[in-house]
């Protein structure tokens, strides 16, 4: 146990430092990249996120816990070349670090188009760590043929 608290030390302090970094990136990124949606009103009303969308159980597939306690949920979130991940939301803020991934598509839960990342002005430059609002339900497509989408998700629980 102490060595997993220790690893979780780490890796917040890794994301932290990363974050800090890529600031300086992000500059240069379209900036409709950081995109949120849903509206604070909701963030703390538990009816606004039906548990049976919470990404570990509807998209399992590709959402791995590697660890959780009361203030945060570490997931690995993984997306194979051509994959479009189930209907899902994710109920608290949380860092992204993005390993890697080509181009994709973000959907609402009626299959609106959130962001397509073929749209950005700047393409994106992998690694790169970001910050994200909670998420309403949506999907992933991966349209890349060659890359999967890898990335830790850290969400920080209220």
Known sequence: MKNLK???ALFILFVSISAAFSQEKEKFLDKS?????????YWDEPDYWPAKLDAVIAA????KILMENDQVRV???TLA????????????????????AGDFIDYDSE???????????TPLTFPMTMWKD???????????KTKPIRLIRVEIKN
């Open 6 to 8: 220790t690893y979780l």
């Open 75 to 77: 997931l690995e979130v």
């Open 33 to 41: 990249f950081a995109y949120n949606s849903v509206d604070p009103h």
């Open 134 to 144: 909670p998420e309403a339900p949506h999907s992933v497509e991966n349209l890349s």
């Open 60 to 63: 399992p597939k590709n959402h």
């Open 111 to 121: 299959g609106n188009i959130i962001l397509d990342t073929r749209q950005l002005k």
């Open 81 to 100: 070349p051509g994959e479009t991940e189930e209907v899902h939301h994710h109920r608290w803020p949380s860092v992204l670090y993005i390993q890697e």
